[in-house]
């Protein structure tokens, strides 16, 4: 049984192209993140949603858009997909919005050609 | 904003030394957590420290948060080769945000 579930693993995708990720998590935690791991293993925060209320929400680009249809479920859809998108997506959730201890899913490995 | 700054960045032991990773935040932290990331997984958590001054150990693992509570450490005493991976630290100001420092990437000659 999977904590926190993210989909697809692996995304290769071209240059200018929309692509979405999912992310499911049956722990009942009311908040869920999105990270950005970059080539030198650096992981920022992007979004945050408590009970599908966005709460947190860094200095992203436009093109990224989150969407949380319900506590359990946080999705991220990015749109016109650069070169630098480039990165490992985690999903991640906590009990609540004090973030502590943080369960990440297994990451989306996202290749912009 | 704050700040967290972690070092090294990267170690290479030989099997059975030891190993230390040290973080330091800009400003005061409400808590401090660390986090493993083996190579090809996720980070996963391992330990959150709360009080000035706290240690906290896990069999070979050993926990600090300074007195001061801007700083922290990990020690692993004798490394094995399990112990590979990525050892990040994260502090909490109060603000709801989770900062990572950048990481020690810890790898082992057998």
């Known amino acids: 049984d999977t904590a926190v579930s993210q989909t697809p693993k692996y995304l290769v995708t071209q240059m200018g192209n929309d692509k979405s990720i999912k992310c499911e998590q049956n722990l009942g935690h009311d908040t869920m993140y999105w990270y950005k791991q970059d080539s030198k293993k650096f992981l920022k925060i992007m979004f945050s949603y408590n009970n599908k209320e966005l709460i947190i929400n860094e200095t992203v680009p436009n093109r990224f858009s989150p969407k949380s249809p319900d506590k359990a479920h946080l999705n991220l859809h990015i749109n016109s997909l650069e070169l630098g998108d480039s990165a490992v997506y985690f999903c991640?959730?906590?009990?609540?919005?004090?973030?502590?201890?943080?369960?990440f899913g297994s990451g989306t490995q996202l290749s912009v050609l | 904003g704050q700040q967290v700054m972690q070092i090294p960045q990267y170690q290479h032991v030989q099997e059975g030394e030891d190993f230390t990773t040290y973080c330091n935040s800009s400003?005061?932290?409400?808590?401090i957590q660390w986090y493993k990331q083996r190579p090809g997984g996720h980070p996963v958590f391992l330990i959150q420290?709360?009080?000035?001054?706290e240690v906290k150990k896990q069999k070979r693992l050993t926990f600090q948060f300074g007195e001061a509570k801007k700083n922290s450490s990990l020690h692993i005493t004798a490394t094995q080769t399990t112990d590979v991976g990525t050892y990040f630290c994260?502090?909490?100001?109060?603000?709801?945000?989770?900062?990572f420092g950048q990481g020690t990437r810890l790898t082992i000659n057998p």
């Open positions: 994260a502090g909490h100001s109060g603000a709801q945000k989770l900062v």
């Open positions: 991640a959730s906590s009990q609540d919005a004090r973030s502590e201890k943080l369960f």
């Open positions: 400003t005061t932290l409400s808590n």
């Open positions: 420290l709360v009080k000035s001054g």
